[in-house]
């Protein structure tokens, strides 16, 4: 072989370099040069080295900036397979790495949308016949997938012929199969309102986690029939277990299927004692085996040699473990321990019955979050919301170290870890200084607009990976750049359950831009 390649590759470079146009699905292997049948009747990209050098002279893939970024701006289809059939990873900087990796997931989500397709006309062809009920047996053998996955995949096809904005979505690149089988599945919709709400979120599905579109969809599920929610909740606590598997290295699982309050209030028991643990002095287990550990202690009434004499008030106050960035402020075993919820005072009066929020887990039924809200121990907080945003507001400048009011109304405030898509209870979070504190600087630098709760890896992220981070106090949106210099934006948590959560872009987002 030359260095041009074979006669077939010299022709098919030719043809990529030039190639422009997306395609539905249905046609793409009909249509793109760069892809044909392999050998064992799979699918392969061919020429890819005489693509490179096409696609080099005539975009410059190999460049980086934004010359790769337009190239690969395509909307997925045969255009974009032929483009990263062409890409040489190595010859690419860090950003345009980023947008290769992000180019190569909208292509995989189109390709996904056409197999669903395909499964979709199968299942609209057997409907009524006997086959019907065991194409999800054909789909297992033929994809070498458990009966469970071949289900899903079932279940995705399916709900993209009833939900057209879903097979849109993955079509476009913006949703793939796990996210596509979260908005046809997650809670008990009809498909109209589940429609409603898909078009609700189409803007923001591509940077949605999976959970994320869980939570929404059952908000939404919980909304729309709140009697019929707080039945399912109650037929499903009937059903709650504790369950043992054993699995290698004389190790084994503990499972429990709790009501969500009882849940959060067991794993807040574990993470407080193990955080006291993890911060005796001396300590050499992680925070994972202390929380282990924590766990079998509280169960069997075990004396924890590590703890003994450790309680959330034994650390010294005003201190900090080794090791903590001196813009961070952490939450004693106390602050950790507990469960918050957000209720509006329309449902916890009873004129209503809204979805409330727990945090760490989402959406819950108003009479479950009543229960916890009038519970003998519990803390009332009465938080101020911006009215149009339903955004928590807080203006007041303190010292250093947060007081106790102002450290509760951040974490009400955010709810959780501010980092795009974590879910870490903002009680269990690092209390972090936007801008790091500066002992000797004028003016306040302890108030709310330059607080937020990070999970410790995030916070990690942002004291030594490189990632850093403004708050809108307007909209209370924050925007993470990367090392890569891309920009997320994390939208703010809204204080008021009720309302309709603002989107925002990083283009609504305080520089840098």
């Known amino acids: 072989m030359d260095d041009g390649g074979t006669g077939l590759e010299r022709e098919l470079a030719d043809l990529l370099a030039v190639r422009i146009g997306a395609a539905h699905p249905y046609t793409a292997l009909e249509l793109s040069p760069a892809l044909g049948p392999g050998a064992d009747g799979g699918v392969r990209v061919h020429g890819h080295a005489a693509a490179s050098r096409a696609l080099t002279h005539d975009g410059g893939l190999t460049a980086g900036g934004p010359a790769i970024e337009a190239a690969l701006a395509d909307a997925p289809g045969p255009s974009l397979a032929a483009k990263l059939a062409g890409a040489e990873p190595a010859d690419l900087d860090d950003t345009s790495l980023v947008e290769l990796l992000a180019a190569w997931e909208r292509l995989a989500a189109w390709a996904q949308a056409g197999s669903a397709a395909a499964l979709g006309e199968l299942l609209h062809r057997t409907r009524g016949s006997s086959r019907h009920e065991?194409?999800?047996?054909e789909v297992s053998a033929s994809l070498g997938l458990s009966r469970h996955a071949a289900a899903q995949h079932v279940a995705v096809a399916h709900g993209a012929h009833a939900?057209?904005?879903?097979?849109?979505?993955?079509?476009?690149?913006?949703?793939?199969?796990?996210?596509?089988?979260?908005?046809?599945?997650?809670?008990?919709?009809d498909d109209a309102r589940r429609r409603e709400v898909v078009r609700e979120l189409r803007p923001d599905l591509e940077h949605l986690t999976v959970r994320q579109i869980r939570d929404r969809l059952r908000r939404a599920e919980i909304a729309a029939d709140p009697a019929g929610a707080a039945e399912r909740h109650t037929e499903a606590r009937r059903t709650r277990s504790v369950v043992l598997e054993p699995v290698d290295d004389a190790?084994?699982?503990l499972t429990a299927y709790l009501p969500a309050d009882d849940a959060a209030r067991a794993f807040a028991a574990i993470d407080g004692t193990g955080v006291a643990m993890h911060r005796t002095p001396g300590e050499v287990r992680r925070l994972d085996e202390c929380r282990a550990d924590a766990l079998v202690a509280l169960v069997t009434g075990a004396v924890e040699p590590a703890a003994a004499g450790v309680t959330p008030s034994a650390r010294p106050s005003g201190t900090r473990p080794s090791g903590t960035h001196p813009s961070s402020t952490h939450p004693s075993s106390t602050q950790a321990s507990g469960v918050q919820v957000t209720i509006a005072a329309s449902t916890l009066l009873g004129t209503d019955d809204l979805p409330a929020i727990l945090a760490g887990y989402g959406p819950i039924p108003a009479p479950m979050a009543r229960t916890i809200a009038t519970d003998p121990d519990a803390t009332w907080q009465r938080i101020l919301t911006d009215p149009v945003s339903g955004v928590l507001t807080d203006r007041s400048p303190l010292s250093y170290r947060p007081s106790p009011a102002l450290r509760a109304a951040v974490v009400a405030r955010d709810a959780t870890c501010t980092f795009p898509g974590c879910f870490v209870p903002a009680s269990r979070g690092d209390?972090?200084?936007?801008?790091p504190f500066?002992?000797?600087h004028d003016g306040p630098q302890t108030h709310g607009d330059n607080l937020h709760p990070l999970c410790r890896a995030h916070h990690r992220a942002k004291t030594t990976g490189g990632w850093s981070v403004a708050r809108d106090p307007v909209t209370g949106a924050s925007t993470?750049?990367?090392?890569?210099?891309?920009?997320?934006?994390?939208?703010p948590y809204r204080a008021d359950p009720a309302r309709s959560r603002p989107r925002l872009r990083a283009g609504d987002a305080p520089p840098p831009f």
């Open 163 to 189: 939900i057209p904005e879903v097979a849109d979505a993955m079509s476009a690149g913006a949703v793939d199969r796990r996210k596509a089988e979260a908005l046809v599945s997650t809670g008990r919709l």
């Open 438 to 440: 500066e002992r000797g």
């Open 480 to 491: 993470w750049t990367s090392p890569t210099q891309h920009r997320y934006v994390r939208a």
């Open 134 to 137: 065991f194409v999800v047996d």
């Open 251 to 253: 190790m084994a699982y």
């Open 431 to 435: 209390l972090d200084h936007i801008e």
